[in-house]
Each structure stands twice: as structure tokens, then as C-alpha cells.
């Protein structure tokens, strides 16, 4: 089992910025990759930001350019800058274990973050 534990949510206006971190604690061997996906109400959860255990990062178009994720040990950051209100979602850190060919997510309790226009 992996444990997520997320923190950095908030309400900010358009063009400021946040970061959020995620800690992972577990059984994080198996762990190759992290991220972070976002949802809103009626809408499924779609991919942010990810990063691999060799630093391979892979982003969403909508926050190329924007956001950063980054990895420092077993916590993963996500530097939102230039935030927009469609940005608003609550953001779930998620864990992918891999182990024989089989691979098993993990997610964090989410965290909410607000854009005013």
C-alpha cells in the first residue's frame, strides 16, 4: 500500500499562483511514476502533470507552459503560475506501482483549488 498525503489548495485570483505537494509513504519500491489529475463536478478525472522515476515529465495542453511538476524524493510538487478559473477542480495526487507487468493506481484525498475571475 502507498499513502498519499496532499497539501497547498486554496482560492487564488486569476494570474497568481500555487503549489501543491504530495508525500508519498508506503510501500513506494514499486512506485515509477506520480502525478497529478484534476476533476470538476460532472466531468471525468483527466490527466495534469506526471513524472517518472527517471524525470520524464508529461503534461497536459491546457497547462504547458503554466505548470511545472517536479519530484524530490518521495514528494512530488506542482507549481501552478498564471492560473486561470478553468483551472478550478479539486486535484488528486495519484501513484502508479508497477511489479511484473501488472500496474496499480494510487490516489490522495484531493485538494481543492479555486481560480476567481
Known amino acids: 500500500q502507498v499513502q498519499l498525503v496532499e497539501s497547498g489548495g486554496g482560492l487564488v485570483q486569476a494570474g497568481g499562483s500555487l503549489r501543491l505537494s504530495c508525500a508519498a509513504s508506503?510501500?513506494?519500491?514499486?512506485?515509477?511514476?506520480m502525478g497529478w489529475y484534476r476533476q470538476v463536478p460532472g466531468k471525468q478525472r483527466e490527466l495534469v502533470a506526471e513524472i517518472t522515476s527517471g524525470g520524464t515529465t508529461n503534461y497536459a495542453d491546457s497547462v504547458k507552459g503554466r505548470f511545472t511538476i517536479s519530484r524530490d524524493k518521495n514528494t512530488v510538487y506542482l507549481q501552478m503560475n498564471s492560473l486561470k478559473p478553468e483551472d478550478t477542480a479539486v486535484y488528486y495526487c495519484?501513484?502508479?506501482?508497477?511489479?511484473?507487468?501488472?500496474?496499480?493506481?494510487?490516489w490522495g484525498q484531493g485538494t481543492q483549488v479555486t481560480v476567481s475571475s
Open positions: 508506503g510501500s513506494i519500491f514499486y512506485v515509477n511514476a
Open positions: 495519484n501513484a502508479r506501482s508497477s511489479l511484473g507487468g501488472s500496474s496499480w493506481p494510487y
